[in-house]
């Protein structure tokens, strides 16, 4: 059954077309790739999914339910965090709170007791913060705990982002270009930590890549997009043989 | 018990202490009324910079128009005692809520728009509501409302300082002051991370605007009198300039940023023409040397000399 | 009121509304000239376009100068304090936080009111009679010589400044500073040079309005100028900030709508006027009328 499914989607800036007739879908479990020459579209169609942008036509559903005219926290509540291509942390803040406020929505506490410091207030600050260093383990950055965001070596910067992401307890997860500007040997590393966050959490995965090599090694199905449009589809092997695919890459590259 | 509840307990027991002291003076005649009035002014002071540092500096919401809302919790709270006799208390709790209100239906439309825009914004909204009031002969128009009872001493003053403080302090400290803080650092993450970043910023906004009412009427019962040119926009940039004084993000910052430029005037109130050059210059010096304020967003609770002084235990 | 009464009013209204809008837009274009190439909202400058009246003041009483020289001397020094000010004050923040910046904009403003206040005393001073006022009738309409002066001497600063910004090699320079101003540093574009030479040109301008001012209501003071400059704020905000045919359109526009709310409603509400189409503008087009709208890239 699919988790998520777009149908017909497009997307127009003024008179361009960003996205046009993006048809996909990402079954529970799965962990699918959505690949493209740069400016193919890809980043656009993850903020049509996030609820960033609005489609101009088409229609989005996740878990059953549409998410047009839906904003993006509200989709994050239903269930799909995300991480962004160029670092988005809440960079003067520490490590820690950076997580803490991935369980925002999830506090039950209200403004009267927050204030007042009373009911359930110490209690669920105390599970938020025993949840967040937990999570920190995971990711090997409980010893950073208290250290400001933008402290961080950049690889940890993109562990935290995931990390956070998590944190939001997401049905599904989307990756924006996550090993964008890693050395080959952290690109093996994040490939071994994507699977194994989602054998962990029992998660389903959609990345964006560029990189074609750590997307055939680790998505299980790829969606190729050019120009805005789904070219191909499949399994990686299909993928790797697809005359359109293969024209479209050596093409973007001959340029 | 919590150990930051044994902390808040401990702050408490200190400010009484020191309440006691300053009432003391006051009551003794050591601290004479001209210094009695600039303490209570003081005490308004910091209401409206640490209620202003909540929208400015830890939701990120640059606004410029706080003396309009301080305004409206003034004439609410004077009409309630003057015309219709309520006590004092209902007095203030109606131009919070007068001032919140306010700050609520604007806040709503106008905190779309970011950085400079919103500041220009909000010093027109601040400006047209008092124009507003310079139009009402309801409330005495251009020349002011008189005749306000002085309701306003030391006591009411320090408490509502002291409920203002822990309340902004706890709010900022849980997980809604988190997700005002994370629209500040990245707005576009902390939607991202589930929080309704429209909710939060008007919800800071509607609190700030609340205290601000409650500064209002505060300052209105002590001057007898709530004029229409004591809420202009300079107004709202010297509370801006308390704030970023002592730096954005840190409620200890507001308080000394409050405390100093309120002492600074009234130490040069006997050379008037000099007081607003030295006051100016002092801006401007401070801006080049400690462009973060005074604490930038350190509070005095987290300086180690402080941990160790109250036992060091964490 | 019947309706040619009603007519001719709004007519009468209308040349008034130019006359002051003309004096917004000069002091509109220097605001919009700094916010587009530092992105300061420079809240001294209402207070440069006081000192410009003032100078063009003791040039025409002390000096006994007639009014263009008057001018164009205080164009000359208030555009070098304005440069002054920009070396001093502005230039060691250029990288600190924008919050700082404005703070020290306030700090300068204050400075600027205070330091004249004591030098020049805080009571207004009557401007001299620099030019015979002559009131012509073109039919019901009345038009008096200050107003013709305010509206030719507007107009030929306008058309200079439209000349150096579009065909100047330091008009160039500003537009690409303005543009980006890394890029213009890459290209071996003095970027603190350009921008003094901003400030200066805007300063001038603003002095060039403050004369006008003095000439027109003859009556000035230090504290003059924080409104003229709010104004001038909203009618480069109007406009759309940034853009130099916008502030002078910005300008005039809100010219006449102010005057045509102190015409037809009552003058308390002239003010109020101002800042509510500020709102609007904010609200429903905030990059103004001549601008397009951008959003962040996520």
């Known amino acids: 059954m699919s988790l998520l499914k777009a149908e017909g989607v497009s997307k127009l800036f003024g008179g361009l077309k960003a996205v046009s007739n993006f048809d996909m879908y990402v079954n529970k479990g799965e962990l699918v790739g959505l690949i493209g020459p740069n400016g193919a579209g890809k980043t656009t169609a993850f903020n049509l999914l996030t609820g960033v942008y609005q489609p101009t036509t088409g229609t989005i559903d996740f878990d059953d339910k549409s998410l047009l005219a839906m904003k993006p926290y509200q989709i994050t509540q239903r269930g799909i965090a995300r991480t962004f291509q160029n670092i988005r942390l809440f960079s003067e803040l520490s490590v820690l709170d950076n997580v803490k406020i991935a369980y925002h929505f999830h506090v039950q506490y209200g403004l009267f007791e927050s204030v007042f410091r009373v009911g359930r207030y110490f209690k669920e600050e105390a599970e938020i913060e025993a949840k967040a260093i937990e999570f920190l383990k995971i990711f090997k950055l409980d010893d950073k705990k208290d250290e400001i965001a933008k402290n961080l070596p950049y690889g940890a910067q993109r562990r935290l982002e995931i990390a956070r992401a998590l944190a939001a307890q997401p049905k599904l997860l989307l990756l924006d270009e996550p090993a964008a500007g890693m050395n080959p040997q952290e690109t093996q590393e994040l490939m071994t930590m994507i699977r194994w966050i989602r054998e962990e959490f029992g998660l389903t995965i959609l990345l964006i890549e560029h990189d074609m090599s750590l997307v055939m090694g680790i998505c299980e199905r790829i969606y190729v997009l050019e120009y805005g449009s789904i070219i191909a589809s499949g399994v990686p092997a299909d993928i790797k043989n697809n005359p359109e695919v293969i024209r479209a890459y050596l093409g973007s590259e001959v340029e | 018990m919590n150990l930051s509840r044994i902390k808040d307990i401990k702050i408490i027991a200190l400010s009484i202490v020191g309440f006691a002291i300053i009432q003391l003076l006051l009551t003794e005649n050591i601290i004479g009324s001209f210094w009695e009035l600039n303490i209570i002014l003081i005490g308004i002071n910091i209401i409206m910079s640490v209620s202003l540092n909540l929208i400015n500096g830890y939701t990120g919401q640059f606004s410029l128009g706080h003396a309009g809302f301080m305004a409206v919790g003034a004439y609410v709270s004077a009409i309630l005692t003057v015309k219709f006799q309520m006590p004092f208390l209902v007095g203030l709790i109606g131009g919070a809520a007068g001032a919140g209100t306010l700050g609520f239906l604007i806040g709503l439309p106008t905190l779309r728009l970011q950085g400079d825009y919103l500041a220009i914004a909000t010093l027109g909204l601040g400006e047209i509501i008092r124009i507003c009031i310079l139009n009402i002969s309801y409330v005495g128009g251009a020349s002011g409302f008189m005749g306000i009872p002085r309701y306003t001493n030391f006591a009411w003053t320090f408490f509502i300082v002291l409920f203002s403080i822990f309340f902004i302090k706890n709010f900022v400290n849980s997980s809604h002051g988190r997700a005002c803080i994370a629209i500040r650092e990245n707005e576009i993450a902390a939607e991202a991370m589930g929080v309704d970043t429209t909710k939060y910023k008007v919800m800071a906004f509607t609190i700030g605007a609340a205290f601000a009412g409650v500064a209002g009427g505060l300052f209105a019962h002590y001057f007898y009198i709530a004029h229409p040119a004591s809420f202009t926009f300079m107004a709202s940039f010297n509370y801006l300039t308390m704030v970023v004084m002592g730096g954005l993000g840190s409620i200890t910052g507001s308080i000394v940023g409050a405390v100093i430029l309120t002492f600074i005037s009234a130490a040069l109130a006997s050379w008037p023409e000099f007081r607003m050059i030295i006051y100016s210059l002092a801006l401007i010096l401070l801006m080049f040397y400690r462009p973060q304020g005074l604490f930038g967003n350190i509070e005095l609770t987290d300086l180690k000399i402080f941990k160790r002084f109250k036992g060091g235990r964490k | ?298």
Do not use: C, W
Request: glycine content about 10%; cysteine-free.
């Open chain 3, 1 to 298: 009121m019947d309706f040619s009464s009603f007519s001719e009013q709004l007519i009468q209204q209308l040349i008034n509304g130019v006359s002051l809008g003309s004096i917004y837009a000069l002091i509109a274009l220097g605001y919009t000239m700094v916010y587009g190439i530092i992105k300061l909202i420079n809240f001294a400058h209402g207070d440069i376009y006081m000192v410009g009246a003032y100078i063009g003041f003791f040039a025409t009483s002390m000096l006994h100068l007639p009014v263009l020289p008057a001018l164009i001397i205080s164009m000359v020094v208030t555009g070098l304090l304005g440069m002054l000010i920009e070396r001093l004050a502005y230039r060691p923040l250029r990288h600190a936080p924008k919050v700082s910046v404005l703070i020290t904009a306030i700090g300068v403003s204050l400075f600027l009111e205070y330091t004249s206040m004591f030098f020049v005393s805080p009571q207004p001073r009557t401007f001299p009679n620099v030019m015979e006022s002559v009131t012509y009738h073109m039919g019901p309409f009345v038009v008096n010589s200050q107003q013709i002066l305010i509206l030719v001497i507007t107009t030929i600063l306008m058309v200079i400044l439209t000349y150096i910004v579009q065909k100047t090699k330091i008009g160039k320079a500003m537009r690409a500073v303005s543009f980006d101003t890394e890029t213009a540093q890459l290209m071996g574009i003095d970027a603190n040079r350009v921008i003094s030479i901003t400030f200066g040109i805007g300063s001038a301008l603003a002095a060039a309005g403050g004369v006008l001012v003095g000439v027109y209501y003859n009556s000035i003071d230090p504290l003059m100028g924080i409104m003229p400059g709010l104004k001038a704020f909203i009618a480069a905000v109007l406009g759309g900030i940034g853009i130099i045919p916008g502030a002078m359109a910005g300008g005039v526009i809100l010219g006449v709508i102010e005057s045509l709310v102190s015409g037809f409603l009552s003058s308390t509400f002239r003010d109020a006027a101002a800042f509510a189409i500020l709102i609007l503008v904010l609200l429903f087009k905030p990059s103004g009328l001549f601008g397009k709208n951008t959003r962040e890239k996520v």
